[in-house]
């Protein structure tokens, strides 16, 4: 994608420092050629000197090549990067996103960040709690960007989860002026630069904290395979699940526990589980009996069964066996079932 070499031009920006300085810069951009970046503190303690004086070399060595005539000799160099920054991100960034599409070598992605540092064109603005490393060319743009994902996170409810179609709808009616000059992969790498958000491993968006994006466990990973799926699904499928998605091991037992405990999940017919934001209630099939009466008042066999069903997948016969149970129901004279009273 870059058409020079960042090593040779490095070296020869480099060379214009004395050894000290030149070493410095070495070692902290990881310039040499195990490709460690060192702290300010080892390097302190590697020449005797503190880390303040350390940070003083680095903002000497820089702004000395900065002035140099080298410096000067690449300046196609740099303009070529800033190209890259307008076409890649119209102006702004993430930095980790920037490197990933330039280089996927660690010492090559050390000697471009450098060059970046150096370059004139380029500012950086560091990671916050809302935002990750990031350069940008255009302070304007930038501005606004960082406004809009503000704007978006805001407009999530926290476990909520949308397309990255609606994604991208919301995030270009709070962009207003500039949306219209950009397509959808430029805003895909906007969006790269919020930690806030987040896109979970089937591609929906959400709080970059929620469990439904930030998935660490079995129970995170049913829950995308069931909404997934959109209709409840046994244990074993919702484990068979798992190993196709995501290519992560899941025990059948394991999955099955983890499904039990975690109260996004209802279970609502033999090993059948949905999830209990699709407005199933929790518990037995009496429990959903007593609750439907409860709300609705007598109602006939037929309408109970009609009501049950759309709660639990169990069979009509396994209704009205429960119904039986005289110490919570009763039938009325007109062949109604209502709750029994103290």
């Known amino acids: 994608m870059i058409t020079f070499k960042p090593k040779q031009v490095t070296k020869k920006l480099l060379s ?10 070495t070692k902290r951009y990881g310039l040499g050629t195990d490709a460690e970046a060192y702290t300010l503190e080892s390097i302190g303690q590697a020449y005797g000197i503190t880390r303040e004086r350390v ?3 680095e903002g000497y060595a820089i702004s000395s090549i900065q002035k140099s005539d080298v410096y000067a000799e690449f300046q196609a160099v740099f303009d070529e990067l800033r190209e890259m920054i307008a076409t890649l991100g119209s102006g702004v960034i993430a930095e980790e996103h920037l490197l990933d599409l330039l280089s996927n070598d660690p010492s090559t992605r050390n000697h471009l960040y450098f060059l970046l540092v ?15 490393h990031r350069w940008y060319t255009e302070k304007k743009i930038a501005d606004a960007v960082e406004k809009a994902l503000k704007n ?17 709808s919301r995030f270009r009616d709070q962009l207003i002026d500039i949306a219209d000059r950009h397509d959808d992969e430029i805003l895909k790498r906007w969006l ?7 896109r979970n491993p089937l591609g929906e968006w959400g709080h970059a904290t929620s469990p439904n994006v930030k998935v660490k466990g079995i129970r995170d990973y049913a829950y995308l395979v069931v909404k ?3 209709s409840p699904m046994h244990f074993r499928e919702v484990a ?31 090993g059948l589980y949905a999830l209990s934001e699709w407005g199933y209630s929790a518990g037995v099939v009496k429990d959903v009996l007593r609750d ?35 110490n919570l129901f009763k039938k009325l004279s007109n062949g109604a079932y209502t709750l029994v009273t103290e």
């Open 16 to 25: 214009v420092l004395p050894d000290r300085a030149r070493d410095v810069l």
């Open 55 to 57: 940070r003083q070399i």
């Open 118 to 132: 150096v370059g004139d064109p380029f500012y950086r603005a560091k990671e916050n709690n809302s935002y990750l």
């Open 152 to 168: 978006v996170h805001q407009s999530l409810e926290r476990d909520e989860l949308i397309t990255e179609e609606e994604m991208l």
């Open 192 to 198: 790269l630069i919020s930690k806030d958000i987040a």
């Open 228 to 230: 997934r799926h959109g």
């Open 240 to 270: 068979k699940a798992i190993e196709e998605l995501f290519n992560r091991k899941a025990h059948i037992a394991t999955t099955h526990n983890e499904l039990i405990k975690d109260k996004r999940f209802v279970l609502v017919g033999r």
């Open 292 to 326: 439907i009466l409860e709300k609705y008042g007598p109602l006939t066999r037929e309408e109970i069964i009609d009501k049950v069903r759309k709660e639990r997948y169990v069979k009509d016969n396994t209704i009205v066996v429960n119904l039986q149970d005289t």
